[in-house]
């Protein structure tokens, strides 16, 4: 049972900053590519930004230049730096994480967190 939780998200004004947190949990042996969505209301759920073991990283266009994931991987912890949020921004963001459980079997898991809301005012 691998778990994530996210921390970080709240209440920001146009133009301003903020910086998540997910850490995964449990029975893990290793954590291969972690990555951040979202979804806001009405909307399907889209990435935002994946990050590989070894740190390559993509992003949605959308957030290209503003957004910035990293990782340690010692702490099986992703994050997102924020800067020059938008109001279009504004939706709950959801960790995600897969690689491999602390088993015999060495079982794959991927496994999302319950999310964080992040609400950008203009």
């Known amino acids: 049972q691998v778990q994530l939780v996210e921390s970080g998200g709240g209440l920001v004004q146009a133009g301003g900053s903020l910086r998540l947190s997910c850490e995964a949990s449990g029975s893990i042996a290793r954590v291969d590519d972690m990555g951040w969505y979202r979804q806001a209301i009405g909307k399907q759920r889209e990435l935002v930004a994946t990050i590989t073991r070894g740190g390559s990283t993509n992003y949605a266009d959308s957030v290209k230049g503003r957004f910035t994931i990293s990782r340690d991987n010692a702490k099986n912890t992703v994050y997102l730096q924020m800067n020059s949020l938008k109001p279009e921004d504004t939706a709950v963001y959801h960790c995600?994480?897969?690689?491999?459980?602390?088993?015999?079997?060495?079982?794959?898991?991927?496994?999302w967190g319950q999310g964080t809301q992040v609400t950008v005012s203009s």
């Open positions: 995600n994480a897969g690689g491999y459980s602390r088993n015999f079997f060495r079982t794959p898991f991927n496994s």
